[in-house]
């Protein structure tokens, strides 16, 4: 059996044009006008009309950034209607293709939230992980004060005009309650980690049940809690963003439904939410 091993990075999903060039199966060269699914530090998940291999190269240009590399085939995601998705690694391990700054997995055990994130003045972006607290303040203000390695000096940054989707605080057109920290001691003994009441729009997606979006009740950085009509069991395995912006870059992690509990009479569930440690799977690791 196959040891799994850390993911080197998070997966955003961006749909970014790009140009691929290479030799399909059969040896014929082609240059196709595509686009990513979504992205990582190391690769990405890309649609193409033309049938390629394992272990084939191609070159990727991204033409807005006027920037290209080297790339091979890590293998066939699933096929399409229109073409067939396949995961790519770049060549060089240190080329920052995306213009993006992800940090290492590792510090994702603080995540209570990941959110692609803009310098004001720089514009340099960065995929972000956020703890409850820091959750709050960027639902409450819209940005939050932090240091930028380009600036070399503390800027104001604000979600990615890329990543931008609705307003924050609202769901579906529909303003929240604000954000208010949970101050019982009793709650904060009981748990491993502190929840904060913060109201942000969450995409759960399950296998057969879709996608649902929804609202949370309170986050931390082990999980977080929604309500929803929807049911599902306990030890479900969901794949959640947390936030989610419609249309935006949004951060899907794996997770699982740790408790359930019924409102009488309202036909609703609110369910806890944990967090499964990000693995990196054997046959796609990019």
């Known amino acids: 059996m196959e040891t799994q091993k850390i993911r080197r990075s998070d997966r955003i999903v961006m749909e970014i044009p790009i140009e691929v060039r290479g030799s399909d199966s059969r040896g014929s060269d082609f240059t196709e006008e595509t686009h990513t699914e979504f992205i990582s530090r190391h690769g990405a998940a890309i649609v193409l009309k033309h049938t390629l291999g394992r272990e084939q190269e191609v070159t ?3 033409a807005s950034r006027h920037i290209e590399g080297a790339a091979r085939i890590v293998g066939l995601i ?3 209607c229109h073409g067939y998705s396949y995961g790519i690694e770049f060549l060089d391990s240190s080329l920052e293709f995306w213009g993006i700054r992800f940090p290492p997995l590792s510090e994702s055990e603080k995540a209570a939230a990941r959110v692609l994130l803009e310098c004001g003045h720089c514009h340099s972006k960065e995929l972000v992980y956020l703890d409850a607290l820091e959750a709050e303040v ?3 203000s ?3 004060s932090r240091p930028c390695g380009r ?3 503390t800027s104001l ?3 990615s005009v890329q990543a931008a989707g609705p307003a924050p605080g609202t769901l579906a057109g529909t303003q929240l309650g604000s954000a208010v920290p949970l101050r019982s001691k009793r709650a904060e003994d009981k748990r491993r980690h502190v929840r904060v009441v913060v109201h942000m729009t969450v995409c759960v997606r399950h296998g057969f049940l879709g996608e649902d979006l929804v609202s949370t009740e309170d986050v931390s950085r082990g999980g977080f809690r929604f309500k929803s009509r929807k049911r599902y069991s306990v030890g479900a395995q969901l794949s959640v963003a947390v936030p989610f912006a419609p249309g935006g870059a949004n951060i899907f992690v794996p ?4 408790h359930v509990r019924e409102l009488l009479g309202d036909n609703t569930f609110v369910y806890g939410v944990t967090y499964i440690p990000v693995l990196k799977s054997p046959e796609l690791g990019f």
């Open 157 to 159: 940054w604000k979600v």
């Open 60 to 62: 990727v240009r991204d």
């Open 151 to 153: 600036c070399t000096d």
């Open 138 to 140: 960027l639902e409450a």
């Open 255 to 258: 997770a699982r439904i740790a």
């Open 78 to 80: 699933k096929p399409w």
């Open 142 to 144: 819209h940005s939050l």
